[in-house]
């Protein structure tokens, strides 16, 4: 592979968009019993993310995650190898204590994106989700250890691969975050 490892899927070129994509099911990484969890709907918002708390797979600088209602998401198989990660964070992150694959994690607390899980879509046994695209949180790889001087490169390598680089999330999103705050302060102030 040329270059920086940004995460498999993106590495490979990955361009894959069913629009038939109806959900699926995602396997931990364990040979022998692994976690099942079936997402019964599409994913949205996919997209590479650069924070500490994602999981990601061996090598990768990015995870790859995106979101599906959590009324869509259950666990069908092996849930006792689950624990959540940090009970304190706004995703509640369940990992496997196996394997360390994150297989869902449901926003439960009031938050633009309450009754969201994050999943990682390349858990999927199948195939055509929707490619990431953009990548969230770039400048937080640096926390994990990345080179300082190295981000240059690795914002170019995410714009050739077709993923704008934020860091935070994309302007979209950060919108849709703001206009969820304004209308909770219109609501709270209307209580006052
Ligand atoms: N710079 C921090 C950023 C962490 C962060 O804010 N992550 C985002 C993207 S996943 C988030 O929404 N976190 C909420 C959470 O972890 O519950 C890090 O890398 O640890
Ligand atoms: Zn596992
Ligand atoms: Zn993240």
Request: net charge negative; charged share 20%.
């Amino acid at each position: 592979m040329v270059g920086i490892g940004i995460h498999p899927t993106v590495d490979s070129g990955y361009r894959a968009t069913d629009a038939t994509f109806s959900g699926g099911t995602l396997v931990c990484q364990c040979t022998v019993n692994p976690v099942k969890v079936r997402v019964s709907s599409d994913i949205a918002h996919n997209h590479a993310c650069g924070c500490t708390k994602c999981w990601k797979p061996k090598g990768a600088v990015f995870s790859v995650v995106a979101v599906a209602p959590t009324e869509n998401v259950e666990v069908i198989e092996n849930a006792d190898k689950l624990a959540v990660v940090d009970a304190a964070a706004l995703i509640q992150r369940h990992a496997c204590k196996a394997c360390g694959v994150h297989m869902h994690g449901p926003v439960e607390r009031e938050h633009p994106f309450q009754g969201l899980s994050f999943i990682h879509p390349e858990r999927f046994e199948e195939k055509g989700w929707a490619q990431p695209g953009f990548a969230a949180f770039v400048s937080s790889i640096i926390e994990a250890g990345f080179a300082p001087e190295r981000m240059k490169l690795v914002r170019s390598q995410l714009k050739d691969s077709g993923l704008e680089p934020y860091d935070c999330l994309s302007p979209a999103l950060m919108d849709y975050i703001a206009t969820w705050t304004a209308k909770k302060n219109d609501e709270l102030r209307g209580e006052r």
